[in-house]
């Protein structure tokens, strides 16, 4: 059964052989992770630079996707520093990948950092209480603290915050046994500059 799988899988990935099929194919992916929690998609490494110039990563959760505007957002807490680092630097690298596919996106972004906006509040409203308390610490993540056990929650939404990553350029990669392959797609005003790439 699961070999049938990836056979249709990899059928699926052959019949990608124009850049238009591939950026659909690529937007595909992205929106259903955005409602897949099993999508490989769904969980991303996020990477930025800190005020000093120095590189930093970490997992993210894709929250949501706009095709049409060519944007990504994920929540966080306001205080974490990775909302520091993009409101003094805001340009981003995105890394997705599907071990089982063996396709990789990097995506090149700018960042906006939202906090209290009305979009947050609607979202906010609508997240169950146990996602809540990710972002009701009364102390600011990365806090030293004695144990690992202390929680201490505030009640408001306060700390809730969205990024939205305008997406400048996705580079795939997919890893193939025939030849692998790799395309470029840049994202100007309007249109889209895409070519193939040497892997
Ligand atoms: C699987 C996974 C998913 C995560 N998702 C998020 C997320 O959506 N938002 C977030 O702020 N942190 C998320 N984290 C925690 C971050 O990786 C990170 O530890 C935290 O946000 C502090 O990051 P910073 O100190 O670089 O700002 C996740 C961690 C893991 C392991």
Sequence with gaps: MLKW????KSKIIDTLETLEQLEIHIWNMLTRAKVDRKHPFRIFVLGTITASGIPDARNVILRNVHQSNKTLCIYTDARTPKVNQLLSQPNACLVFYNPKSKEQLRVRATASVLI?????LEIWNALPKHAKKDYQSIMAPGT?????????????SS????IEFDVLEIDFLELNRKGHRRASFKYGHPSVQATWLVP
Excluded at 116 to 120: D, G, L, M, T, V
Excluded at 144 to 156: H, L, P
């Design 5 to 8: 799988f990836f056979f249709l």
């Design 159 to 162: 700390n809730f915050c969205l």
């Design 144 to 156: 030293a603290k004695e144990a690992s056990n202390i929680y201490i929650d505030a009640e408001d």
């Design 116 to 120: 209290n906006e009305q979009r947050n």
